[in-house]
């Protein structure tokens, strides 16, 4: 064995793409010379070993198969790595059908993912068919002098099967254990090999059909707390109408009384509102589980041109059809009903919020369309240095339909006599103080659809050249390097639909958010071998990289990396990263118009006369005129969303530092653990609705600038509550102001460790992963002069996923056991994931702490002959049930950080040829 090397045997490789060594990403044969080298996720350098200094975790097509899940969104979630909360099937309140990735909580904008290394135009990971996935490569370490922008907490590099030969067919069912939730997969891959080359083909479909929070217990309603107790709770824009009157010194004002009002859907008299009566459940209405149908293909060819020159192309395109429900719309802005309105109870102007239940509910369907091209040449010189160049295409265009919405104008129309009859089309007026009176003839007048369209286009044109000095390179060997140039145009689209053009839908933009840019980069990589061969010193190297970007609408950005790797004696490597990175703002960042959404937050008022707030809270929330046991129905503000063209880069710098074990005396184990530090500036981000609206009721009356970010009801087009400027007529705070700029600053830190043993066990196989993470800092700055939130451990708004409450496990860790013997193939895997404690912790909540948690999953396949495999499994195999929390976000639960569907069985078919 070469001293100079680290343990490069077959089975090392092996056991090093299981855990934190770097990965294959492609091996070629030099035609020049004959000598295998290989490119390594976060380097375009070809070499001849395996290892960088940069960690990569590496899971391949059998971890994947052995995970039982049935979409790469799942595979991707469960990685130890992630934090924080993720769009996708779990998500349904704000979600598009879209699933994105977390790496290490800092957001999808900071993730950046690839497919044979190169973008596509969505980063939805539902465009990634797993039966075409060879491995996933993740490298945790910044990567911007590698890839460009958006690298910050590291690159998910999907690598396609090449070089296909045969075919394999699988086809899987999945049912919870409640009978529901039914998701069907089938899949196939086909390939042929030649002496020039290789074509491969892979279609994939998924259906997953949908499970409703009335189906659970845990969520079948929403729920509050009154006095140290849970109780049913709701939304107070109900069926039959919560209303107060708009005189605000009558009788029946919220403001005045101190409660709202409804009409007694069983006596007709006047009451005031009662939350735990009156209060409508919206979860029979709402998906835990959102449906989707997927369909893909995808295919890729390579073919020899000459010895040394080949021709290569990808394609790809996906169809992804989604839906998402929640309850009906309401009456949000609390349209006037007139006081001559015949039904009006008390014969003066009052504010309505009536919630539309005769609809059904408001649906939201995508119709998604992902396409992806890539061809280029690649070869080799006759000195050994080789070459590609590679255009790359992709776009998506995303066609979506809304059903149940409103129109204010004609739902003021329908509350006002006057309006009514001069509104030819009017078909009469409309009693909203009693339930089931919004008939077909009202929907048809006062509801529209919503048809919105978003396109995107990637076009990334890309050259690189790699080698190495030969014989004058410094004396311990050559200097290998290599340099490339990039050009990338983006294009962004939003069209709205024309009624929401016309201001005719309720709380939806207006504005078409259009815009492209280009820009263009250059890098140049090295890796120089400083030492080899002494003693203490068996190799000694130093890799750097340096990238300069040029936006069209930026002035140009420079970015470096600097990494070394240490073996100091045969089976150990000390390897350590410094590197620089930036983040350009999107059009999205920049250009998307101010929209109004609905955002869970806490309020500090609640029963703030007997709570445990500040006497400067107390203070503010009687200015206002609250009473003292104010409560509300739910927990959600109107909060004013949107993009900002002033926007600068964000900044980054990240280090990392690790240890990979390899002793001789143990064969086939493998340890690794890297410590990571990262640090962001000038973020791109929204404030926390929650951290705003806390901060400005903990200053002496409102003098918090934070207190500026609340323009009040108005702002949103709603009543306001006698005698606050911040609250609307039921209560709740609106118009926060949470737009995107240059404010936020995010520090995070901890552990990264991989164990990974093969052995000999029996008459058979055994083997152990272990794969885990442990967060010990994560700090956000949401704005200068705010108070640094600490969520390491914690639970709290998650700013880089809409403002939704998320937890931030301390440990994250999945453990993977295996046992291969004869005809069968047993896993298990136990997916571990810390307590976590509210970072608003009261000690007036029920439920601010949540306990660790550990599931289950288990796997066993049969091979009936050489080409047939039966797979029979579980996932969450004792149906841990998530906790309730009192302050979440939906489903009474963290439903993007813990388990919602409960146990899944499944079964799937395998047969290759």
């Given at each position: ?7 490069k045997s077959l089975t090392a490789a092996a056991v090093a793409t299981t ?478 639909d024309g009624g929401a053009i016309l201001g005719q839908i309720y709380s ?47 002035s140009a950005r420079t970015t470096t990396k600097f990494g070394l790797e ?348």
């Amino acid at each position: 064995m070469n001293s100079s090397t680290f343990r490069k045997s077959l089975t090392a490789a092996a056991v090093a793409t299981t855990l934190g060594f770097p990965a294959l990403v492609a091996a070629q044969q030099s035609g020049a010379d004959d000598v295998e080298r290989i490119q390594v996720t976060g380097s375009r350098i070809k070499r001849t070993d395996t290892e960088t200094a940069s960690p990569i975790t590496v899971f391949d097509a059998e971890a994947i198969e052995n995970s039982g899940f049935t979409t790469m969104e799942k595979f991707i979630h469960n990685i130890p790595s992630m934090n924080g909360g993720y769009n996708g099937s779990d998500t349904n309140n704000g979600s598009v059908g879209y699933a994105s990735a977390n790496l290490r909580g800092l957001g999808a904008s900071r993730t950046l993912i690839l497919i044979n290394g190169r973008r596509y135009a969505s980063g939805d990971l539902n465009s990634i068919p797993m039966a075409y996935i060879e491995r996933v490569e993740v490298l945790r370490d910044g990567a911007s002098t590698i890839y460009g922008s958006d690298a910050i907490a590291g690159v998910i590099n999907f690598i396609t099967k090449k070089d296909f030969e045969g075919a394999e067919f699988s086809a899987q069912y999945d049912l919870t254990s409640e009978g529901d939730g039914e998701t069907t997969k089938v899949s196939g891959v086909v390939g042929a090999t030649s002496d020039k080359g290789n074509v491969t083909l892979a279609l994939e479909y998924q259906n997953r059909n949908p499970i409703s929070q009335g189906d659970r217990d845990f969520s079948e309603y929403p729920l509050s707390e009154s006095g140290g107790e849970i109780v049913r709770g709701g939304s107070s824009t109900i069926p039959y109408g919560n209303w107060s009157a708009a005189d605000p010194t009558s009788q029946y004002n919220s403001g005045n009384a101190g409660t709202s009002f409804v009409v007694d859907p069983n006596t007709g008299e006047i009451r005031p509102f009662v939350g735990q009566e009156d209060a409508y459940n919206f979860a029979p209405a709402s998906y835990m589980v959102t449906p989707q149908d997927l369909f893909s293909i995808n295919a890729s060819a390579n073919y020899e041109l000459t010895r040394d020159l080949s021709a290569f192309m990808e394609g790809g395109f996906t169809n992804r059809q989604s839906d998402q429900l929640m309850a009906a719309e309401g009456t949000f802005w609390g349209p006037t009903v007139a006081g001559d309105h015949p039904d009006n109870p008390i014969g003066e102007d009052l504010y309505i919020y009536r919630r539309l239940a005769e609809t059904g509910g408001r649906a939201f369907t995508q119709d998604f369309s992902d396409y992806r091209m890539v061809v280029g040449l690649e070869g080799y010189l006759d000195n050994g240095w080789s070459w590609d160049v590679s255009y790359n295409y992709a776009r998506y265009v995303d066609s979506r339909v809304e059903y149940g919405r409103s129109n204010p104008e004609r739902i003021g129309n329908l509350l006002d006599p006057e309006l009514c009859q001069a509104d030819e089309e009017c078909p009469g007026l409309w009693n909203p103080f009693q339930e089931g009176t919004f008939t077909q003839e009202f929907q048809d007048y006062a509801t529209i659809p919503n048809s919105p369209v978003d396109r995107a286009t990637t076009k990334q044109l890309m050259a690189n050249l790699t080698g190495d000095t030969g014989s004058f390179g410094l004396s311990a060997g050559p200097i290998s390097w290599a340099v490339g140039v990039e050009k990338r145009w983006e294009e962004y689209q939003n069209q709205p639909d024309g009624g929401a053009i016309l201001g005719q839908i309720y709380s939806v933009a207006a504005e078409p958010t259009e815009g492209s840019y280009d820009v263009q980069e250059a890098y140049l990589e090295i890796n120089a071998p400083l030492i080899v061969g002494m003693p203490g010193i068996e190799r000694l190297d130093l890799s750097a990289a340096v990238r300069r970007s040029d936006y069209d609408f930026l002035s140009a950005r420079t970015t470096t990396k600097f990494g070394l790797e240490y073996v100091p004696f045969d089976g150990t490597l000390v390897r350590a990263t410094f590197a620089e990175g930036f983040r350009a703002p999107g059009i999205g960042d920049l250009y998307s118009p101010q929209v109004e959404s609905n955002i869970s937050y806490t309020d500090p008022c609640i029963n703030y006369a007997n709570g445990s707030q500040s006497q400067t809270v107390k203070n503010n929330c009687a200015a206002e005129g609250l009473p003292g046991d104010f409560s509300l129905a739910n927990n959600q503000s109107s909060t004013l969303v949107g993009g900002n063209p002033d926007l600068d880069p964000e900044t980054s710098e990240s280090f990392t530092l690790g240890i990979v074990y390899q002793p001789e005396f143990i064969e086939n184990f493998s340890v690794a653990v890297d410590y990571y530090d990262i640090e962001i500036e000038d973020g791109l981000g929204a404030p926390s609705t929650s951290n705003i609206i806390s901060e400005c009721y903990n200053s002496e009356n409102f003098s918090a600038q934070s207190c500026d970010l609340i323009l009040g009801p108005e702002a949103v087009g709603r009543p306001a509550y006698s005698g606050s400027q911040f609250r609307d007529s039921q209560g709740y705070m609106a118009g926060v102001l949470a737009g995107t700029a240059n404010i936020s600053t995010f520090n995070t830190s901890g552990l990264d460790y991989d164990v990974s043993w093969a052995t000999d066990l029996g008459d058979g196989m055994f083997n152990l992963r272990v794969d885990g993470t442990f967060l010990d800092e994560y700090n956000y700055l949401a704005q200068e002069g705010a108070e640094t939130l600490e969520l390491a451990g914690k639970f709290g708004a998650d700013t880089n996923f809409g403002g939704r409450v998320a937890a931030f496990s301390e440990i994250r860790t999945n453990v993977t056991m295996g046992y291969q013997i004869g005809d069968w193939d047993w896993s298990w895997i136990a997916r571990f994931q810390d307590g976590v404690t509210d970072i608003n912790y009261s000690e007036d909540d029920v439920s601010s702490e949540v306990g660790s948690y550990i599931y289950h999953d288990v796997q066993a396949n049969y091979f009936i002959n050489e080409t047939t495999t039966f797979t029979l499994g579980a996932r969450n195999l004792f149906d841990k049930k998530p906790p309730y929390v009192t302050n979440n976000n939906d489903m009474n639960t963290l439903n993007s950080s813990y388990d919602t569907a409960g146990q899944y069985w499944y079964a799937r078919v395998g047969v290759k040829f």
